[in-house]
T-cell receptor
Framework: KAGVTQTPRYLIKTRGQQVTLSCSPISGHRSVSWYQQTPGQGLQFLFE???????NKGNFPGRFSGRQFSNSRSEMNVSTLELGDSALYLCASRRVEGSYEQYFGPGTRLTVT | AQSVTQPDIHITVSEGASLELRCNYSYGATPYLFWYVQSPGQGLQLLLKYFSGDTLVQGIKGFEAEFKRSQSSFNLRKPSVHWSDAAEYFC?????????FGAGTRLAVHP
């Protein structure tokens, strides 16, 4: 069974631009979560989607948004990029029914210049 | 407040030596506990998990962890470390849909 896939793997953007990252969960997994990883703040929860609905949100500004499609694939968007948004963005999927463990993708490395 | 503390930022062990990585958590309800490993430039791989039952859990790659409720700890152990175990290890506590991670412990393995 294929794992969680994320595209693109690397991205370089300029301050003020916006960016969209994509995540395809493991087949059959219906929940997708996003995390930001930085050297200073570590791993921080962004949001979680299930059945196209955001169910939980971390403490991030409104510039960070996401959505989930009917096939469980998810995208996250960051608008008006700041230098501090440079990070590894990790997506994780979970089967949901009776399952609490999350399986992570390889991440998208975003660099904002 | 929910939190995870990994007291050791860096640990160096010799190949073949035993390993214990510490993790302490603060969580209001019954915690779901996890250990993940991250190699450079990679995502997180789930090593093992604890939900309930036997407090000693076995994971992949020869790792095990012991849940001690009285100490709010979930330490990761391996009896004999291999060079390929060099990576960063994260302890996490979670509810139904969100994980809270510790700061991580970077493991170096000397030949």
């Amino acid at each position: 069974k294929a794992g969680v896939t994320q595209t693109p793997r690397y991205l370089i953007k300029t301050r003020g631009q916006q960016v969209t990252l994509s995540c395809s969960p493991i087949s059959g997994h219906r929940s997708v979560s996003w995390y930001q990883q930085t050297p200073g703040q570590g791993l921080q929860f962004l949001f979680e989607y299930f059945s196209e609905t955001q169910r939980n949100k971390g403490n991030f500004p409104g510039r960070f948004s996401g959505r989930q499609f009917s096939n469980s694939r998810s995208e996250m968007n960051v608008s008006t990029l700041e230098l501090g948004d440079s990070a590894l963005y990790l997506c994780a999927s979970r089967r949901v029914e009776g399952s609490y463990e999350q399986y992570f993708g390889p991440g998208t490395r975003l660099t904002v210049t | 407040a929910q939190s995870v503390t990994q007291p050791d930022i860096h640990i160096t062990v010799s190949e073949g030596a035993s390993l214990e990585l510490r993790c302490n958590y603060s969580y209001g309800a019954t915690p779901y506990l996890f250990w993940y490993v991250q190699s450079p430039g990679q995502g997180l791989q789930l090593l093992l998990k604890y939900f309930s039952g036997d407090t000693l859990v076995q994971g992949i790659k020869g790792f095990e962890a012991e849940f001690k409720r009285s100490q709010s700890s979930f330490n990761l152990r391996k009896p004999s470390v291999h060079w390929s175990d060099a990576a960063e290890y994260f302890c996490a506590v979670g509810g139904y849909n969100k994980l809270i991670f510790g700061a991580g412990t970077r493991l170096a393995v000397h030949p």
